[in-house]
């Protein structure tokens, strides 16, 4: 079993639209995570870090549920400028920094 | 400042060339790292540096050589690479490898022929 596994996607979604997707994590020791957005054949820049209260940026918000060992990412009113592979990232304590990857979830927004 | 930069952003080698990437980061951290990215794939860790010293070798190839002259800088050294490495190379830095935000630099495009 993965470490952290995503629904690859496509999320197919209209412009204006909602869309929201999760990840799941196996290892409880996990301590920090973050939500990445990667372009094509661009480097992954920081989306968002998770608190466990929840958090939100603008139009985005992330939640974590430490009990079931999900995260989850709501992109509200979503843009065609949205479009992108969102990575689940999760650092484990004593992992010395090392990211534990999902593999993405593609999201494409439609005119 | 959260800005990473690596160099060349492109590079074309042959098999038995020797090359290196360079990165660089200004913003104080004291970790920096490497990644290989494949194709639809999320980045592989290579190696960690904290504090200018190596602290994870992800079991890399000898072929991969870092360096860490600095603490502002850090080199990947590349010699007698195969086809199969050519893929986005990317590095990062944290503030430490403690659960730290990593900051991802444009990566360096390599093609190995």
Same mark, same amino acid.
């Given at each position: 079993?993965?470490?952290?596994?995503?629904?690859?996607?496509?999320?197919?979604?209209?412009? /204006?639209?909602?869309?929201?997707?999760?990840?799941?994590?196996? @290892?409880? *020791? &996990? %301590?920090?995570?973050?939500?990445?957005?990667? =372009?094509?054949?661009?480097?992954?820049?920081?989306?968002?870090?998770?608190?466990?209260? /929840?958090?939100?940026?603008?139009?985005?918000?992330?939640?974590? @549920?430490? *009990? &079931? %060992?999900?995260?989850?990412?709501?992109?509200? =009113?979503?843009?065609?400028?949205?479009?992108?592979?969102?990575?689940?990232?999760?650092?484990?304590?004593?992992?010395?920094?090392?990211?534990?990857?999902?593999?993405?979830?593609?999201?494409?927004?439609?005119? | 400042?959260?800005?990473?930069?690596?160099?060349?952003?492109?590079?074309?080698?042959?098999?038995?060339?020797?090359?290196?990437?360079?990165?660089?980061?200004?913003?104080?951290?004291?970790?920096?790292?490497?990644?290989?990215?494949?194709?639809?794939?999320?980045?592989?860790?290579?190696?960690?540096?904290?504090?200018?010293?190596?602290?994870?070798?992800?079991?890399?190839?000898?072929?991969?050589?870092?360096?860490?002259?600095?603490?502002?800088?850090?080199?990947?050294?590349?010699?007698?690479?195969?086809?199969?490495?050519?893929?986005?190379?990317?590095?990062?830095?944290?503030?430490?490898?403690?659960?730290?935000?990593?900051?991802?630099?444009?990566?360096?495009?390599?093609?190995?022929?």
């Amino acid at each position: 079993r993965k470490e952290v596994e995503q629904d690859p996607g496509p999320f197919n979604v209209p412009e /204006g639209a909602t869309v929201a997707f999760n990840c799941t994590y196996s @290892n409880s *020791a &996990s %301590q920090s995570f973050f939500w990445y957005r990667q =372009d094509c054949r661009k480097e992954p820049k920081l989306l968002m870090s998770v608190y466990s209260s /929840g958090n939100e940026d603008g139009r985005f918000t992330a939640q974590l @549920n430490r *009990a &079931s %060992q999900y995260i989850s990412l709501l992109i509200r =009113d979503s843009k065609l400028s949205d479009s992108a592979t969102y990575l689940c990232v999760v650092i484990t304590t004593d992992s010395w920094g090392k990211l534990q990857f999902g593999a993405g979830t593609q999201v494409v927004v439609t005119p | 400042d959260t800005e990473v930069t690596q160099t060349p952003k492109h590079l074309v080698m042959g098999m038995t060339n020797k090359k290196s990437l360079k990165c660089e980061q200004h913003m104080g951290h004291r970790a920096m790292y490497w990644y290989k990215q494949k194709a639809k794939k999320p980045p592989e860790l290579m190696f960690v540096y904290s504090y200018e010293k190596l602290s994870i070798n992800e079991s890399v190839p000898s072929r991969f050589s870092p360096e860490c002259p600095n603490s502002s800088l850090l080199n990947l050294h590349l010699h007698a690479l195969q086809p199969e490495d050519s893929a986005l190379y990317l590095c990062a830095s944290s503030q430490e490898t403690s659960g730290d935000t990593q900051y991802f630099g444009p990566g360096t495009r390599l093609t190995v022929l």
